[in-house]
């Protein structure tokens, strides 16, 4: 039993001891609110970590909160009204607001008392979540957030049968039209040497099925989940990030920047679309693919869990995502989401002795819903690795050997991922309008976007 949790544990009994005698405890005050989203089933394992952590700690009782929402604009909502949970998830692009304004504690001290979670089972990528007020810069200083679970993300996840009919119906198999790496079967994508952009868009638009009219009936692939963050990743693969190097504008005179969204703009329209338009929102990517409506999409370790892909009646293909001139020489974003306590928590110990259960006796039972990488790197590398489904396995180990070959994508500390998102959603879009007047070049939406980010960035950034 560590330190923290005996100290904490021994007040929490005083405490119930003397509300008899007028403490002033209302039916709330032993009450920890967690604010989560995700699967049902994800929700369901928070529920019953939270009553395993109950049965042990009888005083307290976690109250799980699915978001019914908007994450975000709740969150901002419930810290406005002095709502705020105690323990939260938060992304890499959110983070960086609520810590300008004081709202998350730093864990620091927490972790270095610990004696169950220590900095040996923190991932490299943790940093990201770290904080330094006299450079005011992420990536040293305090940490206020612990990642929960990663993934490479954007892998090209396809369904195998799709390429099979191609092949029947064609005397040309997809691989060679294409020109794609492939493993020894010579006839799908391989498995560890990334295709060039250009195989992808040609690979995409072969799959992708029309009606005598034209109309898409099958899509080759979709962007739906978060187109942005997919462009993101294209300039990485370049070499740049979609802010300037100071992250206080967005970066539109990159080439690295205008290749990406040239590539994004092939998949929504033109000779080479095989995607439905970007907030058009006529597919859903998880169940469309899960369906057979849609051949390939991007994702990472947690989409069979919360899609449901552990029992389709297909082969599901896993390759490397595709970069600029393909390879041996990989290039994948680490996506993650991490656990945060509120600053005004009235009880931060306890908040974390729970994230502390969560990510070490929790985590254990976590790792058998076939979700994502465990944010407990010791946990990953044991438990993680060696489940005993198979195919849980098989995926495991895969996901886990491209997580090296994995950089997280660099947000600026000046604006919300979510405005910059919605900015980019209402002019990049315009390059592709029906409607003659509506339309814009790609300079013209890039500089479009690139003022009004400017003007919100110069308003504090909300």
């Known amino acids: 039993m560590k330190k923290i949790w005996a100290t904490v544990f021994a007040g929490v009994l005083m405490c119930g001891c003397m509300s008899a005698a007028g403490c002033g405890k209302n039916e709330n005050d032993n009450t920890i609110v967690y ?9 369901e394992t928070a529920r019953q970590l939270a009553s395993d952590f109950e049965v042990m700690y009888p005083e307290w009782h976690i109250e799980v909160q699915p978001s019914s929402g908007n994450y975000y604009d709740s969150l901002k909502t419930y810290f406005g009204g002095g709502n705020a949970p105690d323990l939260f998830f938060m992304e890499g692009g959110m983070i960086e607001n609520f810590i300008k304004d004081g709202l998350i504690l730093n864990l620091d001290p927490y972790i270095e008392n ?80 990334a295709m060039t952009w250009e195989q992808c868009t040609k690979l995409c638009r072969l799959l992708t099925e029309f009606d005598s009219n034209g109309n898409i009936t099958r899509y080759g692939t979709t962007l739906d989940q ?17 802010f300037t190097e100071g992250m206080g504008n967005l970066n539109i005179h990159s080439q690295a920047v205008i290749d990406a969204f040239e590539y994004f703009i092939d998949f929504q329209s033109g000779d080479t ?39 389709v009646d297909f082969e599901i293909g896993v390759a490397p995502p595709p970069t600029p001139e393909g390879g041996t020489d990989i290039y994948c974003a680490t996506t993650m989401i991490s656990h945060a306590i ?17 990510m070490t006796a929790g985590m254990r039972t976590y790792v058998q819903t076939g979700y994502n990488i465990p944010g407990n790197k010791t946990i990953a590398y044991g438990d993680f690795l060696n489940v005993s489904d198979p195919y849980q396995k098989k995926l495991n180990e895969y996901f886990m050997s491209f997580l090296e070959k994995a950089s997280p994508l660099t947000y600026s500390f000046y604006i919300d991922q979510s405005r910059v998102e919605s900015i980019l959603g209402d002019y990049i879009p315009r390059v592709w309008a029906a409607d003659a007047k509506d339309r814009l070049t790609l300079t013209e939406a890039l500089e479009q976007a690139a003022d009004e980010i400017d003007t919100v960035i110069a308003g504090g950034g909300s």
């Open 35 to 43: 604010y989560m989203w995700g699967s049902a089933q994800e929700v």
């Open 114 to 193: 610990s004696e169950t979670f220590t900095k040996e089972d923190l991932w490299e990528v943790n940093d990201y979540y770290r904080y330094d007020p006299e450079t005011n810069r992420m990536g040293s200083g305090g940490l206020y957030a612990v990642v929960k679970d990663l993934t490479p993300d954007f892998m090209m996840i396809y369904n195998k049968e799709h390429i099979d009919d191609y092949n029947e119906e064609h005397e040309v198999s997809m691989a060679e039209e294409v020109g794609y790496p492939t493993d020894e079967n010579g006839i799908y994508p391989s498995e560890s040497v």
């Open 226 to 242: 978060v187109p942005w963050k997919h462009v993101m990743e294209w300039i990485q693969m370049g070499g740049d990030t979609l």
């Open 273 to 311: 679309q095989s995607a439905a338009p970007v907030a058009s929102g006529s597919v859903g990517g998880g169940e469309g693919f899960k369906n057979g409506d849609i051949s390939v999409v991007w994702n990472g370790r947690w989409a069979w869990q919360s899609y449901g892909w552990y029992d």
């Open 342 to 358: 509120s600053s005004a928590s009235e009880h931060p110990e306890i908040a974390w002795a729970f994230l502390e259960y969560y």
